[in-house]
């Protein structure tokens, strides 16, 4: 399963509960920057795997990411701020 989560454009508290809660079941969290990724997710004290998804090394490694979708893996996209797809990488591993 792959959820798509937006995240805050400013303020770390303007995410929702939801997203939150997502984020805290998924077994790896792709993401634009892990440094900047980072700190949201330190903020909610929430430990995951993090790897690497942008648009430099997106079309390298999605088959291995949809291998593991395939396999029943959960994972959340997050970009540094907003919605994924929106103007960030997600449109290849969505399709």
Same mark, same amino acid.
């Given at each position: 399963?792959?959820?798509l989560? /937006?995240?805050?454009?400013? #303020?770390?508290?303007? =995410?929702?509960?939801?997203?939150i809660?997502? +984020? ?17 997710l ?9 790897? /690497?998804?942008?648009?430099? #090394?997106?079309?390298? =490694? ?6 593991? +979708? ?7 996209l997050?970009?540094d ?15």
């Amino acid at each position: 399963m792959l959820y798509l989560i /937006p995240t805050p454009i400013g #303020n770390l508290k303007d =995410i929702t509960l939801r997203a939150i809660e997502t +984020l805290q079941t998924v077994d790896v969290i792709l993401c634009e920057d892990t440094r900047t990724s980072s700190k949201l997710l330190q903020h909610y004290k929430i430990v995951k795997p993090l790897s /690497p998804y942008h648009q430099h #090394n997106e079309h390298k =490694i999605v088959p291995h990411l949809v291998d593991q +979708l395939k396999a029943g893996k959960k994972m959340a996209l997050i970009t540094d701020a907003g919605t994924p797809g929106i103007s960030d990488p997600a449109f290849l591993l969505v399709r």
